[in-house]
Nanobody, 120 residues
Framework: QLQASGGGLVQPGGSLRLSCAASGRTFSSYAMGWFRQAPGKEREFVATISRGGGLTYYGDSVKGRFTISRDNAKNAVYVQMNSVKPEDTAVYYC???????????????WGQGTLVTVSS
């Protein structure tokens, strides 16, 4: 089970950190990813991190602004969002996969989502 948290209202140019807590003893066996979905738009890949944390990939729209990380001892994955823009407004989801991949179809488990609103 995955539980995302940390969403809220943030001003343009600000920062926010999302967290995703996982239950179970196999967290380190999964690559983890973040996706987002804005109203009326398709789900979009944000970032992914490998099982050990040594490999990361980012969507083009967040590259250089967002950073994904994980703490396997705490069964948690994070995304640090900096220099946020209004177009970052979306529901953000964490997900677990056997693969370090940008393809949402390859993710087996999904959290419930947390809403991020970027507005002044």
């Amino acid at each position: 089970q995955l539980q995302a948290s940390g969403g809220g209202l943030v001003q343009p140019g600000g920062s926010l950190r999302l967290s995703c807590a996982a239950s179970g003893r196999t967290f380190s066996s999964y690559a983890m990813g973040w996706f987002r979905q804005a109203p009326g738009k398709e789900r979009e890949f944000v970032a992914t991190i490998s099982r050990g944390g040594g490999l990361t990939y980012y969507g083009d729209s967040v590259k250089g602004r967002f950073t994904i990380s994980r703490d396997n001892a705490k069964n948690a994955v994070y995304v640090q969002m900096n220099s946020v823009k209004p177009e970052d407004t979306a529901v953000y989801y964490c997900a677990a996969s056997q693969w370090t991949t940008t393809d949402p179809v390859r993710y087996d488990y999904w959290g419930q989502g947390t809403l991020v609103t970027v507005s002044s």
